[in-house]
T-cell receptor, first 114, second 115 residues
Framework: GAVVSQHPSRVICKSGTSVKIECRSL??????MFWYRQFPKQSLMLMATSNEGSKATYEQGVEKDKFLINHASLTLSTLTVTSAHPEDSSFYIC??????????FGQGTRLTVV | AQSVTQLDSQVPVFEEAPVELRCNYS??????LFWYVQYPNQGLQLLLK??????LVKGINGFEAEFNKSQTSFHLRKPSVHISDTAEYFC?????????????FGEGTQLTVNP
């Protein structure tokens, strides 16, 4: 099956700093990628849809200036959490649109802001 | 818009017992249906999906699910579970017409298999 690599798997940063998370499709091209956020013991909530070569589409309630998404190539999308605060601590997961009927997920990134 | 309800947040079972994880969905359009499994601090792995055709879908690791259109359900079953099946399970839907692989997830069911 298709492989999506997400990096880093874990990151700890100080409050006020920015963190970049990468999502790569390794063996296929993905014109669309999705970014989800998952709080402990909760479900995945879609944050934004990332489209190659265009601006991301954010879900209602997600701050676009805080969660910057860039999808500069068909194999890479990045999520930058700017000026991170402890409440941004969460598990972030990306998925790549490999086909109409299936999404392929990265391994997730555990972000801890101290 | 779609919504997904997983009726049980936690399901404890003994090893080698059968299990059913329940999922109901609501949608104004036709949907694709999925079950994913998540192990701690990992991403999601696809167990099975319903696209069309036979309503009984077989997936990996001995899991199967049945699509019931009249009841808008997609329950996941396994006849005999193993300790290694302990994980979080998510039911998800996507819009056939427009959303591609943009998924709406249920709240998740924690399956715990005890020896």
């Amino acid at each position: 099956g298709a492989v999506v690599s997400q990096h880093p798997s874990r990151v700890i940063c100080k409050s006020g700093t920015s963190v970049k998370i990468e999502c790569r499709s390794l063996d296929f091209q993905a014109t669309t990628m999705f970014w989800y956020r998952q709080f402990p013991k909760q479900s995945l909530m879609l944050m934004a849809t990332s489209n190659e070569g265009s601006k991301a589409t954010y879900e209602q309630g997600v701050e676009k200036d805080k969660f910057l998404i860039n999808h500069a190539s068909l194999t890479l999308s990045t999520l930058t959490v700017t000026s991170a605060h402890p409440e941004d601590s969460s598990f972030y997961i990306c998925s790549a649109d490999g086909a109409v009927t299936e999404a392929f997920f990265g391994q997730g990134t555990r972000l801890t802001v101290v | 818009a779609q919504s997904v309800t997983q009726l049980d947040s936690q399901v404890p079972v003994f090893e080698e017992a059968p299990v059913e994880l329940r999922c109901n969905y609501s949608s104004s359009v036709s949907v694709y249906l999925f079950w994913y499994v998540q192990y701690p601090n990992q991403g999601l792995q696809l167990l099975l999906k319903y696209l069309s055709g036979s309503t009984l879908v077989k997936g990996i690791n001995g899991f199967e699910a049945e699509f019931n259109k009249s009841q808008t359900s997609f329950h996941l079953r396994k006849p005999s579970v193993h300790i290694s099946d302990t994980a979080e399970y998510f039911c998800a839907v996507s819009d056939r017409e427009t959303s591609g692989s943009r998924l709406t997830f249920g709240e998740g069911t924690q399956l715990t298999v005890n020896p």
